[in-house]
């Protein structure tokens, strides 16, 4: 069972086409349109998870102001400019994806933030910081950013977003601090990242393919008869992260020493991906939420690719010298 439960998390360049094509197939051959409601639910656990043990107290420290300034001037500013762009010039025949690239466009930082900077042997402190601020600032920028990002092609609900914002980030913030503090008069600190913590990511990464499952199944017909959506997702999805990653690795090499940047890149050409599909979802329906669920593929392969490249070219290790 534990291989079972873990399988996704190991394997998610795997899992997430799975899930896709699954989707795919049940929604053409069953009605699953009773499960749309449920996704609002998968997407608080799968936010939740990702919670316990937030370390908010890395807000107070003002080591690495300058990489925060700089990932907010990319999150806020430079990057949601690149998807107005793409957007305008790609999506305007298709404005519900465009809300789907908004979305990704406007949330920034993962989990695999602090992941990614940890195996790049970046500042990890810093990746946290970006994380947290990312997080809680593009939850509450979102609703007006997309009004003016989309607005004049797709319906906006202020309200509705800010509702939902509300109930997929701080409602599991808060469930996860109380879990961590009620998990910590059991356990050290130690035990809990070696042994606690770990077990919070698979079940994030299952609720999060439940909402790809369910949001691609529920309008498969629709999707399967258009087949130009996904080609069309594809094309602006590879573009924005490829300017993306340009944008941020100048940035990097030309205002941050080399762990510091790695923790930039990271926290800003790396998007939450698992609450813009939530919202998505629950906002705008299936064309929005398939091009956040094709996103993840695209990101999850291109930082890969990127890693292996940043470490052999722009971000170096440091060797002593042995002359």
Same mark, same amino acid.
Do not use: C
């Given at each position: 069972?534990?291989?079972?439960?873990?399988?996704?998390?190991?394997?998610?360049?795997?899992?997430?086409?799975?899930?896709?094509?699954?989707?795919?197939?049940?929604?053409?051959?069953?009605?699953?349109?009773?499960?749309?409601?449920?996704?609002?639910?998968?997407?608080?656990?799968?936010?939740?998870?990702?919670?316990?043990?937030?370390?908010?107290?890395?807000?107070?420290?003002?080591?690495?102001?300058?990489?925060?300034?700089?990932?907010?001037?990319?999150?806020?500013?430079?990057?949601?400019?690149?998807?107005?762009?793409?957007?305008?010039?790609?999506?305007?025949?298709?404005?519900?994806?465009?809300?789907?690239?908004?979305?990704?466009?406007?949330?920034?930082?993962?989990?695999?933030?602090?992941?990614?900077?940890?195996?790049?042997?970046?500042?990890?402190?810093?990746?946290?910081?970006?994380?947290?601020?990312?997080?809680?600032?593009?939850?509450?920028?979102?609703?007006?950013?997309?009004?003016?990002?989309?607005?004049?092609?797709?319906?906006?609900?202020?309200?509705?977003?800010?509702?939902?914002?509300?109930?997929?980030?701080?409602?599991?913030?808060?469930?996860?601090?109380?879990?961590?503090?009620?998990?910590?008069?059991?356990?050290?600190?130690?035990?809990?990242?070696?042994?606690?913590?770990?077990?919070?990511?698979?079940?994030?990464?299952?609720?999060?393919?439940?909402?790809?499952?369910?949001?691609?199944?529920?309008? %498969?017909?629709? +999707?399967? @008869?258009?087949?130009?959506?996904?080609?069309? #997702? *594809?094309? $602006?999805? &590879?573009? !924005?992260?490829?300017?993306?990653?340009?944008?941020?690795?100048?940035?990097?090499?030309?205002?941050?020493?080399?762990?510091?940047?790695?923790?930039?890149?990271?926290?800003?050409?790396?998007?939450?991906?698992?609450? %813009?599909?939530? +919202?998505? @979802?629950?906002?705008?329906?299936?064309?929005? #939420? *398939?091009? $956040?669920? &094709?996103? !993840?593929?695209?990101?999850?392969?291109?930082?890969?690719?990127?890693?292996?490249?940043?470490?052999?070219?722009?971000?170096?290790?440091?060797?002593?010298?042995?002359?």
């Amino acid at each position: 069972m534990k291989k079972l439960y873990v399988f996704p998390q190991k394997h998610l360049l795997i899992s997430v086409p799975l899930t896709l094509i699954l989707g795919f197939i049940v929604g053409s051959l069953v009605d699953t349109s009773v499960l749309r409601p449920t996704i609002l639910f998968a997407t608080i656990i799968m936010i939740y998870a990702t919670m316990v043990g937030f370390k908010f107290k890395e807000l107070t420290s003002f080591q690495g102001s300058k990489g925060l300034g700089l990932s907010l001037l990319l999150n806020f500013i430079v990057i949601p400019l690149v998807a107005y762009g793409i957007g305008v010039l790609f999506l305007r025949d298709y404005p519900l994806m465009f809300a789907g690239l908004a979305l990704s466009a406007l949330l920034p930082t993962s989990g695999m933030t602090i992941s990614w900077t940890a195996i790049q042997k970046g500042n990890v402190a810093l990746a946290v910081k970006l994380t947290v601020f990312g997080l809680i600032i593009g939850s509450l920028l979102t609703p007006w950013y997309l009004l003016l990002m989309v607005g004049e092609y797709v319906e906006v609900n202020i309200l509705r977003t800010f509702q939902t914002i509300l109930m997929v980030v701080f409602v599991p913030m808060i469930l996860g601090h109380i879990t961590f503090k009620i998990l910590m008069k059991k356990y050290s600190q130690e035990q809990f990242q070696k042994k606690i913590k770990p077990s919070f990511g698979p079940l994030s990464i299952w609720a999060m393919l439940y909402v790809v499952f369910v949001s691609v199944s529920t309008q %498969a017909s629709t +999707i399967l @008869a258009n087949v130009q959506f996904i080609i069309v #997702a *594809l094309i $602006v999805l &590879i573009l !924005f992260y490829l300017l993306n990653f340009v944008i941020s690795t100048m940035t990097a090499k030309a205002f941050l020493p080399r762990k510091d940047g790695i923790a930039l890149v990271n926290g800003t050409v790396l998007r939450n991906l698992s609450i %813009a599909i939530g +919202i998505a @979802a629950t906002s705008f329906g299936a064309e929005a #939420a *398939l091009l $956040v669920t &094709i996103a !993840f593929i695209v990101q999850q392969q291109s930082i890969a690719y990127y890693s292996k490249l940043s470490l052999k070219y722009w971000f170096k290790p440091k060797t002593a010298n042995l002359t």
